[in-house]
């Protein structure tokens, strides 16, 4: 540096001047004389070296300073040539006037060989043929001074003839005082695997844009980014249309993306059909592939979907499955799809009836009067038969004149024989066809799933035997065996008899009480129904409700008793021989009734019964069919201040952590537990039961207890509450209101 210089001269000059004046003093004796004795004088001798000393140190100095400058030169420049070479980046210095061109990369710097300086660029011969006239437009606009510094992206020819794309950046360093260019320095990189990826990345691009099938790209909350033009012509929206939308099918329902995203989210892919509304209102099938896209991290960055326009194929496969379904000349579905519904009934263990008739003597006609006419009757009779059907009926020609009418989710006799005559009745009206009038009589054989067969062949060909059996005497049914015919007569009278028994009001109230084990006083009692008719008396529970229940009879039933009950009750109440609860049975058909609290609110409004005086008993398998819905409707019960028991406690299978859910009081110990309370097992059971009831801060009913050692079994356990044959057997309205009135000094005791 500049210090370091003026030391080193400082020296010189020191060391210059120090010489001279020792020689002037040696040769003039004049001087000689005069200065010798000065020489000779040590004070002068000690100057003279200190001097001396001073000036070799600066030279020191000097030197060191110097070397430590070249050090950092040398240093700097290995930086430069190590940061080149990890880079892989080029140095290129142009001096524009005499047109030599220097690279500098991690093999360090050397001149750029056979340069010719008349040409431009300067490296002219080296750009590929196809680039240099970009390349000098680009360079003579920045030499020009248009642009701040010049870059360009060329191929440029290697060291072993191949050709290599660089990316090529520079800038006027130096200039005349007039502005005119004197050097240029700048840098050049390979970019070959850059330029290939982004060609592949364009060859991608342009395939998407090409494909026929739709490409959408989302972001991670669903928002569209990026749609092609295949997407366009399936749903007929523009990019415009729907960037930054969340993507959507169809404006009417759109539970379909949100599904697809969580599957996506769980399993990273998603396929499917789905139904989507084109722009201008048609409607569109289609096929969608759905992807994510992750990060490093596994975060989801994008969403892709390919959607493949299926409607034409869906339209095609549907007429090609219609046919392969459907009687060519009825229209109606094939054998086929007939033995298809019946399996996957039998695998979904529906209840299932089959009907299987055909027409009697149907080949007399066929050969009077041709095969045309025949067919024409029998498309006529599918006419006619088609209105018994709905989404759980269907009618199916299984070939020739025979029919089939599967009637799904029912063993119901009553519905079974009516759905019978009627299309007996349908056959034997009058067909005119071409000036003939056809009177047919048909036969059917009847199987029920899972009764007569637990296959779809065992099933039909039971029904084939049943209905040739009912061919012996012509148009009538026949059940395929006897016992299930008079099974089915017997369960048509008991159905006829509860609808008389409804109309005719046969249905009465008894009541069973219960009593509290410590008191031994009345504190309600449950409300049962008896069905006595006025020529068969009365007709066991166990026959007629199932009959109800799965008939619906049941509901029309239930709300009479709950009516009943609550006008019972609260009658006894105003006369103050009750004041505890009582308890009413809910079956599973009126459980599950829509309007459930409705109709309790209207019958205690009708009979002015306050909510707290009203327990319903809920059997453990009505709830446990769908514990969620249960759960809800006996929240709803309760928040109305009815109190709620469950019934037959232990017998089914319910869930101990959806007990602690439901919203009830009090749990009936089945009678099952209690005949068994003599031994030890039964016994561990009741206590266990009553322990589960405990801990659930629920009361306790132990139902038919007969005995005293029962009682004593009941008593010694802490049951609440006790009800059955040892108290009192069930009682009509008016002996429950004697029996309450022998039980009031009992009641003023314990109320005491």
Same mark, same amino acid.
């Given at each position: 540096?500049?210090?370091?210089?003026?030391? @080193? #001269?400082?020296? =010189? !000059? &020191? /060391?210059? %001047?120090?010489?001279? $004046?020792?020689?002037?003093? +040696?040769?003039?004796?004049?001087?000689?004389?005069?200065?010798?004795?000065?020489?000779?004088?040590?004070? @002068? #001798?000690?100057? =003279? !070296? &200190? /001097?001396? %000393?001073?000036?070799? $140190?600066?030279?020191?100095? +000097?030197?060191?300073?110097?070397?430590?400058?070249?050090?950092?030169?040398?240093?700097?420049?290995?930086?430069?040539?190590?940061? =080149?070479?990890?880079?892989?980046?080029?140095?290129?210095?142009?001096?524009?006037?005499?047109?030599?061109?220097?690279?500098?990369?991690?093999?360090?710097?050397?001149?750029?060989?056979?340069?010719?300086?008349?040409?431009?660029?300067?490296?002219?011969?080296?750009?590929?043929?196809?680039?240099?006239?970009?390349?000098?437009?680009?360079?003579?606009?920045?030499?020009?001074?248009?642009?701040?510094?010049?870059?360009?992206?060329?191929?440029?020819?290697?060291?072993?003839?191949?050709?290599?794309?660089?990316?090529?950046?520079?800038?006027?360093?130096?200039?005349?005082?007039?502005?005119?260019?004197?050097?240029?320095?700048?840098?050049?990189?390979?970019?070959?695997?850059?330029?290939?990826?982004?060609?592949?990345?364009?060859?991608?691009?342009?395939?998407?844009?090409?494909?026929?099938?739709?490409?959408?790209?989302?972001?991670?909350?669903?928002?569209?980014?990026?749609?092609?033009?295949?997407?366009?012509?399936?749903?007929?929206?523009?990019?415009?249309?729907?960037?930054?939308?969340?993507?959507?099918?169809?404006?009417?329902?759109?539970?379909?993306?949100?599904?697809?995203?969580?599957?996506?989210?769980?399993?990273?892919?998603?396929?499917?059909?789905?139904?989507?509304?084109?722009?201008?209102?048609?409607?569109?099938?289609?096929?969608?592939?759905?992807?994510?896209?992750?990060?490093?991290?596994?975060?989801?960055?994008?969403?892709?979907?390919?959607?493949?326009?299926?409607?034409?194929?869906?339209?095609?496969?549907?007429?090609?499955?219609?046919?392969?379904?459907?009687?060519?000349?009825?229209?109606?579905?094939?054998?086929?799809?007939?033995?298809?519904?019946?399996?996957?009934?039998?695998?979904?263990?529906?209840?299932?009836?089959?009907?299987?008739?055909?027409?009697?003597?149907?080949?007399?006609?066929?050969?009077?009067?041709?095969?045309?006419?025949?067919?024409?009757?029998?498309?006529?009779?599918?006419?006619?038969?088609?209105?018994?059907?709905?989404?759980?009926?269907?009618?199916?020609?299984?070939?020739?004149?025979?029919?089939?009418?599967?009637?799904?989710?029912?063993?119901?006799?009553?519905?079974?024989?009516?759905?019978?005559?009627?299309?007996?009745?349908?056959?034997?009206?009058?067909?005119?066809?071409?000036?003939?009038?056809?009177?047919?009589?048909?036969?059917?054989?009847?199987?029920?799933?899972?009764?007569?067969?637990?296959?779809?062949?065992?099933?039909?060909?039971?029904?084939?035997?049943?209905?040739?059996?009912?061919?012996?005497?012509?148009?009538?049914?026949?059940?395929?065996?006897?016992?299930?015919?008079?099974?089915?007569?017997?369960?048509?009278?008991?159905?006829?008899?509860?609808?008389?028994?409804?109309?005719?009001?046969?249905?009465?109230?008894?009541?069973?009480?219960?009593?509290?084990?410590?008191?031994?006083?009345?504190?309600?009692?449950?409300?049962?129904?008896?069905?006595?008719?006025?020529?068969?008396?009365?007709?066991?529970?166990?026959?007629?409700?199932?009959?109800?229940?799965?008939?619906?009879?049941?509901?029309?039933?239930?709300?009479?008793?709950?009516?009943?009950?609550?006008?019972?009750?609260?009658?006894?109440?105003?006369?103050?021989?009750?004041?505890?609860?009582?308890?009413?049975?809910?079956?599973?058909?009126?459980?599950?009734?829509?309007?459930?609290?409705?109709?309790?609110?209207?019958?205690?409004?009708?009979?002015?019964?306050?909510?707290?005086?009203?327990?319903?008993?809920?059997?453990?398998?009505?709830?446990?069919?769908?514990?969620?819905?249960?759960?809800?409707?006996?929240?709803?019960?309760?928040?109305?201040?009815?109190?709620?028991?469950?019934?037959?406690?232990?017998?089914?299978?319910?869930?101990?952590?959806?007990?602690?859910?439901?919203?009830?009081?009090?749990?009936?110990?089945?009678?099952?537990?209690?005949?068994?309370?003599?031994?030890?097992?039964?016994?561990?059971?009741?206590?266990?039961?009553?322990?589960?009831?405990?801990?659930?801060?629920?009361?306790?009913?132990?139902?038919?207890?007969?005995?005293?050692?029962?009682?004593?079994?009941?008593?010694?356990?802490?049951?609440?509450?006790?009800?059955?044959?040892?108290?009192?057997?069930?009682?009509?309205?008016?002996?429950?209101?004697?029996?309450?009135?022998?039980?009031?000094?009992?009641?003023?005791?314990?109320?005491?």
């Amino acid at each position: 540096n500049n210090k370091n210089k003026l030391v @080193v #001269l400082f020296c =010189l !000059l &020191g /060391f210059g %001047l120090l010489g001279s $004046s020792m020689m002037v003093l +040696a040769d003039d004796q004049t001087m000689s004389s005069t200065f010798l004795p000065l020489l000779t004088n040590h004070a @002068v #001798l000690s100057i =003279l !070296l &200190g /001097f001396s %000393l001073i000036v070799v $140190s600066f030279l020191i100095y +000097a030197v060191i300073g110097f070397r430590r400058y070249k050090k950092k030169i040398v240093e700097s420049e290995e930086r430069l040539r190590l940061s =080149l070479w990890a880079s892989g980046d080029e140095l290129w210095d142009w001096n524009i006037r005499d047109g030599s061109l220097y690279r500098t990369n991690g093999a360090g710097s050397y001149p750029l060989p056979h340069i010719n300086p008349d040409l431009f660029p300067p490296n002219k011969p080296h750009i590929h043929p196809n680039d240099v006239e970009r390349v000098a437009a680009k360079l003579q606009s920045h030499l020009n001074g248009d642009t701040v510094a010049f870059e360009c992206v060329y191929r440029l020819r290697t060291s072993n003839e191949t050709w290599r794309w660089v990316l090529d950046k520079g800038k006027v360093v130096s200039s005349t005082q007039n502005g005119q260019p004197l050097r240029m320095t700048g840098t050049f990189k390979d970019i070959q695997q850059l330029k290939k990826t982004e060609n592949d990345l364009e060859i991608f691009a342009k395939s998407i844009e090409s494909l026929s099938e739709g490409v959408v790209i989302l972001d991670p909350h669903f928002n569209v980014i990026h749609i092609n033009p295949g997407y366009t012509k399936i749903t007929g929206f523009t990019r415009e249309d729907v960037l930054g939308q969340v993507l959507s099918f169809n404006p009417i329902s759109d539970t379909i993306i949100t599904e697809i995203k969580a599957e996506v989210d769980r399993a990273n892919t998603w396929h499917g059909d789905i139904t989507g509304q084109h722009k201008d209102g048609q409607m569109f099938l289609a096929f969608v592939t759905a992807n994510c896209i992750k990060d490093e991290n596994g975060v989801i960055s994008n969403y892709v979907a390919i959607v493949s326009d299926t409607t034409k194929r869906k339209k095609a496969e549907a007429k090609l499955l219609k046919l392969a379904r459907t009687d060519s000349l009825t229209g109606l579905p094939n054998r086929n799809v007939f033995f298809s519904k019946l399996q996957r009934c039998v695998e979904q263990k529906s209840p299932t009836a089959v009907l299987v008739f055909d027409i009697d003597d149907f080949k007399k006609i066929n050969d009077s009067l041709g095969h045309q006419l025949g067919d024409t009757l029998l498309i006529h009779i599918a006419k006619r038969i088609a209105p018994m059907c709905d989404k759980q009926n269907t009618l199916y020609r299984m070939g020739g004149d025979e029919f089939a009418l599967v009637m799904e989710r029912t063993n119901d006799i009553h519905k079974i024989t009516v759905a019978a005559k009627e299309m007996l009745k349908q056959l034997s009206t009058p067909f005119n066809i071409e000036q003939h009038e056809f009177v047919v009589a048909g036969s059917i054989g009847i199987v029920l799933y899972p009764d007569d067969g637990q296959q779809p062949e065992t099933l039909l060909r039971n029904a084939d035997t049943a209905m040739y059996h009912a061919k012996e005497d012509g148009n009538r049914y026949l059940f395929f065996n006897e016992d299930m015919n008079k099974r089915a007569v017997k369960r048509l009278q008991v159905e006829n008899l509860i609808r008389l028994g409804l109309k005719e009001d046969y249905f009465e109230v008894y009541y069973q009480p219960k009593m509290n084990f410590r008191t031994g006083h009345l504190v309600g009692m449950e409300a049962l129904v008896r069905f006595i008719t006025p020529k068969k008396g009365l007709i066991s529970p166990g026959t007629f409700i199932p009959i109800a229940e799965e008939t619906g009879q049941i509901v029309e039933i239930g709300d009479l008793v709950l009516k009943k009950a609550c006008a019972d009750m609260k009658r006894w109440i105003d006369e103050d021989l009750m004041t505890g609860r009582v308890a009413v049975n809910l079956s599973a058909r009126q459980f599950n009734l829509p309007d459930l609290t409705k109709r309790i609110d209207s019958i205690l409004k009708e009979t002015g019964l306050s909510p707290a005086n009203l327990e319903l008993e809920i059997t453990e398998g009505t709830v446990m069919n769908n514990p969620q819905h249960a759960i809800e409707v006996m929240h709803q019960l309760r928040d109305k201040g009815i109190h709620l028991a469950l019934d037959d406690f232990g017998t089914g299978y319910s869930s101990l952590s959806y007990l602690r859910k439901f919203p009830l009081n009090t749990l009936k110990i089945d009678k099952a537990f209690v005949d068994d309370a003599h031994s030890e097992i039964g016994r561990a059971m009741i206590d266990t039961i009553i322990t589960i009831a405990r801990n659930l801060s629920l009361a306790t009913v132990a139902e038919g207890v007969e005995t005293v050692d029962q009682q004593d079994v009941m008593v010694s356990m802490n049951c609440d509450v006790l009800q059955g044959y040892l108290y009192s057997k069930p009682l009509s309205s008016k002996e429950f209101a004697e029996f309450a009135k022998q039980q009031l000094p009992v009641l003023k005791k314990a109320l005491a």
